[in-house]
């Protein structure tokens, strides 16, 4: 895991110039805290910091082989096997990352084709005169990519565009109004005018300061369901599950897990368990807050069944009021996810043990976990209905204007998904990997682990594991009203302690009733902010900070307070200091 950055000039444009690589190298330095390189060559300048995983005294970046130049962020698991396919290839290094190297001198813009991982890559072909920018089909590892005078830059990150004055400190209204309404936002246009997403799946060959040709890979398997039956099904899982989270442990630096009490992280830590001789490090947190649901019991009842070592972390208003502006600043491209707030302490805390954390990310989406997929099935005569279809602020008469438009990229996600015979509940899983998954879930795991230097795997989101599940009949998924039914028969068989057919409890963060008992002084702050009193109605947005205990005004109010901390970072370009109360006043 790492960061990387770079500039792709037009053939009329001058050299890179050194003040900016500098810019962008501090700007991602806290995604490589172990070091940092560089290479201009010509009107191509490529830049890393690293963040040392695989091959810690030989992985240093950038790569060169023939006449091609590489940085990447992200992990290639299947880089042993592919590395013996290729006998006649001569590797410098142990990197997992010199694969792709040498698949791009073999097969060019294809050679991402046989990856099996999570990446970001950036490879300068001397000899074609071209810059290939490519993202893992899932979209696991970000990739950003902003169109100026001079030419094209790339980042990690878009606050590093916008440090290195590449991109423009502004707020694309569409994008502002899906955030509000979605608590994210969709495609490839970013809530910065000028700044793209390369999509997950993309590889963009650019030369002479433009994109030249767009490739996609897909995620997920194509066709209708699968005739597979239960027991079978079972067996492949427990094969795909047992690969993949062997791949993902592939590390030369100590790695753990992040452990809720639900079905997805206990599979994974069952399945760890089972490969490692050694206690795998198991983290959870909890919330100190009357009438919510504390993950931290199940989770070490299973952490003990497994044999794993447990460590529980508590989460106080106190603490999150402290910190809330750095955990909302590190959201460069922001994702209004309330789930930010635990996985930025759990990194915190993880960081001082690992720099290596597996996490359950995906189960919902591969599996069918959501209770939005089972009314999708449902046909609309009889109470079905499409995902995503009621925005935050629907009702409330807070915004100054009526939000229009901001499920269009859901709908058009929507309408792609439905091709090649899947079912409604495939098509509505598909549609979420298209969006919900990297644009909030992915995005929120990078950016708050990587603000303290650790690395987040993924072992559901791996095409074998999405091969063994995401075709499976309806009937596999979802049985008896209750979703992931595969996934809870593997865990019941090989952990009951688990308990996967138990009530599910929800996890939530109880930020609506902490918004509550702070309303009186937070509404104002938040009414007052330039970003949001843009958009709303500052009476109204007091009123509904002190009515923040009831789910959907709590939600809203969230949002609001996210987006003002967050416009305050990233458009007036202030620094996340103090408290909440603080940073809010300090405007």
Not at 125 to 137: C, F, G
Not at 451 to 458: D, F, L, S
Request: aromatic share 8%.
């Amino acid at each position: 895991m790492c960061g990387i950055a770079g500039l792709i000039q037009a053939a009329d444009a001058p050299p890179p110039d050194a003040a900016t690589l500098d810019l962008l190298t501090r700007a991602l330095a806290h995604r490589g805290p172990d070091g940092s390189g560089h290479a201009v060559l010509g009107r191509v300048a490529l830049i890393q910091t690293r963040l040392a995983i695989i091959d810690l005294a030989g992985g240093d970046q950038p790569l060169f082989a023939g006449s091609a130049a590489l940085v990447a962020n992200g992990e290639i698991y299947n880089y042993r096997e592919l590395r013996r396919e290729l006998p006649g290839a001569r590797f410098a290094t142990e990197s997992d990352c010199e694969l792709p190297l040498q698949l791009w001198l073999r097969d060019g813009a294809r050679y991402t084709q046989p990856l099996r991982g999570m990446y970001a890559i950036a490879i300068h072909d001397r000899a074609a005169r071209t810059v290939a920018l490519s993202r893992d089909p899932f979209g696991i590892k970000p990739l950003y990519v902003a169109h100026g005078a001079n030419g094209l830059a790339f980042a990690s990150e878009p606050q590093a565009l916008l440090i290195a004055g590449l991109a423009a400190r502004a707020v694309h209204a569409p994008a502002r109004e899906e955030l509000l309404q979605l608590q994210f936002t969709t495609g490839a246009a970013t809530i910065f005018p000028g700044i793209e997403r390369v999509l997950p799946g993309e590889t963009l060959v650019c030369g002479e300061g433009r994109v030249l040709e767009r490739r996609r890979a897909a995620a997920l398997p194509e066709g209708e369901a699968e005739r597979i039956g239960e027991e079978a099904a079972l067996a492949r899982l427990d094969r795909a599950l047992a690969e993949s989270v062997e791949l993902h442990q592939r590390s030369d630096v100590p790695y753990g897990m992040f452990l809720s009490g639900g079905i997805d992280s206990a599979s994974i830590l069952t399945m760890m368990a089972r490969l490692n001789a050694s206690p795998v490090l198991a983290y959870t947190a909890g919330f100190a807050a009357p009438g919510v649901a504390d993950e931290r019991a199940a989770a070490a009842a299973v952490a003990k069944a497994v044999g794993a070592r447990h460590e529980a972390i508590e989460i106080t208003e106190a603490m999150v009021w402290r910190h809330l502006p750095a955990i909302v600043a590190c959201m460069d491209d922001p994702a209004a996810d309330y789930a930010i707030i635990p996985t930025w302490f759990l990194a915190r805390h993880a960081r001082a043990d690992v720099k290596v954390v597996l996490c359950g990310e995906g189960g919902d989406e591969i599996f069918a976990g959501y209770g939005r997929y089972r009314s999708a099935m449902r046909p609309w005569w009889l109470g079905g209905r499409v995902i995503h279809a009621r925005g935050n602020f629907d009702r409330l008469g807070v915004l100054r204007t009526r939000p229009a438009g901001w499920r269009d990229g859901i709908a058009a996600a929507e309408a792609r998904a439905q091709s090649g015979g899947r079912s409604r509940l495939a098509a509505a899983q598909a549609t979420d990997i298209t969006d919900w998954l990297p644009h909030d879930l992915l995005l929120k795991l990078d950016r708050c682990l990587m603000a303290h230097g650790v690395e987040g795997r993924t072992p559901f989101l791996d095409p074998g594991v999405a091969a063994a599940a995401f075709r499976l009949a309806d009937a596999l998924k979802v049985q008896r009203g209750r979703g992931k039914w595969i996934l809870r028969k593997w865990l019941e068989r090989h952990c009951p302690a688990a308990r996967p057919f138990a009530p599910k409890q929800g996890f939530t963060v109880p930020i609506g009733a902490w918004i509550a008992g702070q309303g009186a002084r937070l509404g104002p702050l938040v009414a007052a902010q330039p970003g949001v009193a843009e958009i709303a109605e500052p009476g109204r947005v007091a009123t509904l900070f002190r009515a923040a205990a009831g789910r959907h005004e709590g939600f809203a109010a969230w949002t609001l307070l996210f987006y003002a901390l967050w416009h305050r970072a990233h458009i007036q370009g202030l620094p996340p200091e103090g408290d909440v109360f603080e940073a809010l006043a300090a405007c």
